[in-house]
């Protein structure tokens, strides 16, 4: 007597379902990375720098902020690693490597500073 084989009962998946599945994981991926680029691109404040911008009174907008996190990741990939960023009142030296704000001064101290171990100048007047 010869058997066939007959496969058990339930439900399998298609290739079809095993696609739409697999970019759904795809999508949460670009999702994830996306938030984490995102993320990223803020900058940090150091303590130091945060107690000198609030011992000067300085005050840099968060669109002044968002743009110059932006400047510095673009320093960044032109391999800049610590920059100067001139803002209307301040002065910042940032670590474009860290993305952290090292220290900040007013542009009327600035003006009397020698900066060292600065290869980029970011300017945003």
Not at 12 to 37: C, G, I, P, W, Y
């Amino acid at each position: 007597m010869h058997k066939s084989y007959i496969p058990p009962i339930g439900i399998q998946k298609t290739n079809r379902a095993m696609n739409r599945q697999d970019k759904n994981v795809e999508t949460a991926s670009f999702a994830t990375h996306l938030q984490d680029a995102l993320t990223d691109s803020c900058l940090t404040i150091s303590k130091h720098a945060k107690s000198r911008l609030d011992d000067r009174n300085i005050e840099i907008s968060s669109t002044e902020w968002k743009e110059i996190s932006e400047r510095v990741s673009e320093a960044k990939k032109m391999g800049v690693n610590e920059s100067l960023v001139l803002v209307n009142d301040a002065a910042l030296i940032v670590s474009a490597k860290n993305q952290t704000v090292i220290t900040a001064m007013n542009r009327k101290e600035a003006a009397s500073q020698i900066f060292t171990n600065i290869n980029g100048t970011i300017i945003m007047d």
